[in-house]
């Protein structure tokens, strides 16, 4: 669902994977209220950015650091001249989906492009922030003691929840603490704007399109009126961010009063958001994974999604829980994340970790969520330390370090300053090669090295 924001940061180095989850730009859009500027966020007039007269800020008017091809600014104005007729395409889609003509007229009338969206949809940052960053800014007190106050202000809705979905209350009220800081930071563009203008220009039209036919759909059908769909330059909506696709196959009417209203209902938005993750595979009793030491010398080549074992042979290979419990009585599997490498701490994550996954698929969200909700539940903070000491590679030194894999035959891919697995895969290669721990984490020392320094 996503996510509310405008920067690739966590994307770039928490490898997370290229899929989309419930928001269309998956960890693109998840920090964005949390960073961006106030401007980005709305839609409104920044002091350096001259107002179109639609009162949005400008499109900066060059092409989009992805190099694609619908990306260049010539086919951006192009697809722009084109916007009304593209709109007017998709009303025999629209009918296939019962949407009246009287409905997409309404809906459709008036709506213009924001160009904008393009300089977001394929933004590159210069620099970026460590998972503890990350961490220090999504999981602190003032959100913590908010999200206190939110489970008991509605203990009822969350008790209903727990019981008909079995969907754990921390979990949800993480991900509304998280996704829009507990319903204050939402995003205040408009959902049919910025999905039709994502439909008709730039690289993810067919995806968008489908999303501008949904939320066409929800207004409709009465569940939500345009006031309410407002939310982030992807198109995701509400306190806990739904993709029109999304609110249409999981949003549900808990309160029964004939809409499914996930803005300002909390018993729908709680519920619905439960529903989302129950159908996403959400194991009912189990955690999302546990902090773990790893011992000196382990191969970190078995840090791996794809290598996931029983707790009881990750024990075995000498891994503990951070805190000196046990590991409980499962045969679940569990594979071991080191998002900071060996010189961090490591965590063995269970089924539920890969369902909040599903949710938006950058791992640094989803070790935000895990961890929020064991704060809420009253846990105490992660046990080992971060490498604070360690800097954030730049986005030329990223390059830099894709090209230098490249030219040692480790990576394949083409050098584009953005991580992720295969970059970590090639990385790994390199630090194998040399003796270091195969850890996959893109030190400013692994370029160093790399460098022959």
Known sequence: ???????????????????????????LDFLGNIFKSKSDQTGSTSPTQPASPGGATQWSGEDGASGHPLMTASAIREAAANFDNCVASMWPDAARRNISQESFQRFTAGLSPDLRIM???????????????????????NRLARGREILAKYKAQFDAT????????????????????????????????????????GRRQKYFRDEFLSALEILHHGDLSVE????????????????????????????????????????DLIASTANNLKKDGWQSGQSWGFEVVVPKGFNYMLADRAKAMTLAQWEHLGLKRANGQAFPPTSDK????????????????????????????????????????????????????????????????????????????????????QFGGETREALRGFQASIGAPADGFASSAMLDRLRGQ
């Open 162 to 201: 727990e019981k008909a979905y079995g969907v754990d209350r921390y979990i949800i009220a993480a991900i509304w603490g998280i996704e829009s800081n507990y319903s204050t930071q939402m995003g205040d563009r408009s959902v049919l704007q910025s999905t039709a203008t994502l439909a008709c220009i």
């Open 228 to 267: 309410q769909m407002r939310g982030s330059w992807a198109g995701a909506f509400g306190p806990t961010q739904f993709m029109p696709t999304a609110f249409k196959r999981y949003a549900v009417d808990a309160d029964g009063d004939g809409r499914r209203n996930v803005v300002d209902d909390p018993a």
């Open 334 to 417: 569990a594979y071991l994340l080191a998002p900071a490498g060996a010189e961090g701490p490591g965590f063995l994550m269970l089924q539920n970790f890969r369902v909040i996954m599903k949710y938006n698929p950058a791992e640094a969200y989803a070790l935000a969520i895990g961890h929020f909700a064991d704060r809420l539940r009253g846990g105490a903070p992660f046990v080992q330390a971060w490498p604070r000491g360690e800097r954030e590679l730049s986005r030329a030194e990223r390059l830099e370090l894709q090209q230098l894999l490249a030219q040692r035959g480790f990576y394949r891919g083409t050098p584009d300053g």
């Open 119 to 141: 300089d977001l949809l394929d933004s590159q940052p210069e620099f970026t922030k460590s998972i503890w960053d990350y961490l220090d800014i999504l999981v602190n007190d």
């Open 1 to 27: 669902m996503r996510q509310t924001g405008a920067v690739v940061l966590a994307a770039v180095l928490l490898w997370s994977q290229p899929a989309l989850a419930q928001s269309a730009s998956g960890p």
